[in-house]
């Protein structure tokens, strides 16, 4: 059983930064496999990045460069820091974590990231 918090969306101008946060509970944080999505108005889920227990990541092409996932054991908290903002990343960002080895995924409540100046 997993239970995901997420924080840190709310409203930013074109260009500017903000750094989403996804609390993990209720298991052994570094056996989960972590990932960020975003759903656009009325568009399916997409994947932004993922990151592996092992801290390897992987990025959507529309963000790479601009994102950064990175992930704290320590603190069962895997980040994603956005750089360079503008109005097509506004969306609700979804974190994702699987157990390894499983096929068991758990979501986050989704938080909402809007661009505009």
């Known amino acids: 059983q997993v239970q995901l918090v997420e924080s840190g969306g709310g409203l930013v101008q074109p260009g500017g930064s903000l750094r989403l946060s996804c609390a993990a509970s209720?298991?052994?944080?570094?056996?989960?496999?972590m990932g960020w999505y975003r759903q656009f108005p009325g568009k399916q889920l997409e994947l932004v990045a993922t990151?592996?227990?092992?801290?390897?990541?992987n990025y959507a092409g529309s963000v790479e460069g601009r994102f950064t996932i990175s992930r704290d054991n320590g603190k069962s908290t895997v980040y994603l820091q956005m750089n360079s903002l503008n109005p097509e990343d506004t969306a609700v960002y979804y974190c994702?974590?699987?157990?390894?080895?499983?096929?068991?995924?758990?979501w986050g409540q989704g938080t909402q990231v809007t661009v505009s100046s």
């Open positions: 994702r974590a699987q157990r390894v080895g499983t096929i068991n995924v758990y």
């Open positions: 209720g298991s052994i944080f570094h056996d989960l496999f």
């Open positions: 990151i592996t227990t092992g801290s390897a990541p």
